[in-house]
């Protein structure tokens, strides 16, 4: 009986960490640009996802946030692992000058590697 309850309670924290790190992947929901350049990657691990919106506010996941947050985040998650590469997901309408303030930040956090978000045109 001991060992039944030991897995069950491996199962419910397995879930339960499941479920954080599912939470923290989300992205908001934007309208992207069309590009014929657009591949779909082999690879998507080592990268860390910016978006911005219509409006010009920045986001970490589904979480808005400020430049200096961001700025912070790129830098730590840096620190943690060199190889990252940061993806800006854009939408289409967002004005490009929100888009030269997230390049500017993203470069002076030590990201050197950024990979721009489109879709696939059909």
Known sequence: MAPMID???LL???????ASVAKSQKVV???LPESDESKIPEDASDRGIISVDAEGNFYIGDQIRSLEEVKAAISSSIRANPELRV???ADQN???????KLLKTAAEAG???I????????
């Open 7 to 9: 897995m069950v309670f």
């Open 12 to 18: 419910l924290v397995f879930f339960m960490t499941v």
């Open 29 to 31: 929901e934007l309208d």
């Open 87 to 89: 993806q800006v997901r």
């Open 94 to 100: 967002t004005e490009y000058e929100s888009v030269r």
């Open 111 to 113: 990201a050197y590697e």
């Open 115 to 122: 990979i721009y978000a489109t879709y696939e045109s059909r």
